[in-house]
């Protein structure tokens, strides 16, 4: 398996590289991932039914607690950190296509790329929408009103059911912003996977989209994921350690 000074090779000499990211890149600054041994899922199985549809537009409990989890969230707390920054590096030394996340923190908006190098594909948890009107804005205002008493605020102008603007399971990606990252992915000439486990379709399909368009793959994960055996090289040191040696 090849080592990070020939990873660091490799990035040297790419000019477009896309960096799709998962919950891994953001456990150092203290948000949780939803797999790894620590994650939300791992530590409590309930936890799954907030971030499911279905459940969120039925049961009025599931929309409580996920309020309560919205105002507790630590990415309200949480701070870039240094794989967020690496990726900052890369842009700005005009090598990088484009990040591709499936986070919803805004952490690397947060970190400093251009916005329009950062895809959402999951959405944000920074803003919310109503699921009957489409209104959309930023999230504290309503976090203001849970806070004030309101644990599942109606939507202002229709009276319908509120959420974060993030794509739960059960609800679809948005046709403009999948399609972003295909093209992206499709282009790339070095695709650099961190911290996701590479579970969820369709982003995960980016994966082999851009090997068999000739980009290079390097995952960046400390738990095997099922695409792995299609990666030139496969890195499982911790990311904040990881990717400043190997984008520096
Ligand atoms: P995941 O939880 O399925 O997988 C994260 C992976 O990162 C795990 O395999 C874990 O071993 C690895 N990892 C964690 N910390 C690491 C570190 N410091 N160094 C190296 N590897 C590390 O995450 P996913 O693939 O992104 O899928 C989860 C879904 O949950 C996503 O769709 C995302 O929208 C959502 N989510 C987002 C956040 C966030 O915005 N920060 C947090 C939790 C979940």
Request: aromatic share 4%.
């Amino acid at each position: 398996m090849p080592d990070i000074r020939l990873v660091r090779q490799w990035i040297a000499t790419s000019s477009r590289v896309v960096a799709l990211t998962g919950a891994g890149i953001s456990t150092e600054s203290g948000i949780p991932d939803f797999r790894g041994p620590q994650g939300v899922w791992t530590t409590n199985p309930k936890a799954e039914r907030l971030s499911n549809i279905h459940s969120y537009m039925s049961d009025p409990e599931v929309r409580r607690l996920a309020w309560q989890s919205r105002l507790d969230h630590p990415a309200w707390r949480a701070a870039p950190n240094a794989g967020h920054r690496a990726l900052v590096a890369l842009e700005r030394r005009g090598m990088l296509l484009a990040v591709v996340t499936q986070n919803i923190d805004g952490l690397h908006q947060q970190a400093g790329h251009a916005p329009d190098k950062v895809i959402e594909v999951h959405g944000t948890m920074r803003d919310v929408m109503c699921m009957a009107c489409a209104w959309r804005g930023p999230m504290e205002p309503t976090l203001d009103r849970v806070r004030a008493g309101e644990d599942d605020p109606p939507c202002k102008r229709c009276g319908g059911i509120l959420k974060s603007a993030t794509i739960s399971f059960g609800q679809s990606l948005e046709p403009d912003v999948i399609n972003r990252a295909l093209r992206a992915a499709g282009r790339a000439d070095l695709l650099l996977a961190v911290g996701t486990s590479l579970q969820v379709y369709p982003v995960a399909g980016l994966v082999p989209l851009a090997k068999a368009a000739g980009a290079r793959v390097v995952i960046v994960n400390a738990e095997p994921t099922p695409i792995d055996e299609l990666a030139d090289a496969v890195l499982r040191e911790p990311i904040g350690e990881v990717l400043p040696a190997i984008v520096m």
